[in-house]
Nanobody, 121 residues
Framework: QVQLVESGGGLVQAGGSLRLSCAASARTFSIYAVGWFRQAPGKEREFVASTTWTGSSTYYADSVKGRFTISRDNNKNTVYLQMNSLKSEDTAVYYC??????????????RGQGTQVTVSS
């Protein structure tokens, strides 16, 4: 069993930055690919970014490519999402999840509760 807890969300002006963290409860977390997803009110869940268990490969949605960076520190059981040049359309609840593969595109067995990101224009 892996428990995931996101943090780092908040209110930021358009053009600003935030760094989200996804902390895992178990060392077995390091064997999983991990992804970030987001969901805005009234919209479908959207894949944002993912990383392999080593962190050597990453994958991004076109909507965030060049602005967001996913990384992980397995010594800290934590995955990060650095978000720069934020836009109002990035406003959503962001959550992390283990994945079956880097490009799975949908959450795996474990996911967190999410953290709210609000970008004001």
């Amino acid at each position: 069993q892996v428990q995931l807890v996101e943090s780092g969300g908040g209110l930021v002006q358009a053009g600003g930055s935030l760094r989200l963290s996804c902390a895992a409860s178990a060392r077995t977390f390091s064997i999983y690919a991990v992804g970030w997803f987001r969901q805005a009110p009234g919209k479908e869940r959207e894949f944002v970014a993912s990383t392999t268990w080593t962190g050597s490969s990453t994958y991004y949605a076109d909507s965030v490519k060049g602005r967001f960076t996913i990384s992980r520190d397995n010594n800290k059981n934590t995955v990060y999402l650095q978000m720069n040049s934020l836009k109002s359309e990035d406003t959503a609840v962001y959550y992390c999840s283990t994945l079956y593969s880097l490009r799975a595109g949908k959450p795996g067995d474990y996911r967190g509760q999410g953290t709210q990101v609000t970008v004001s224009s």
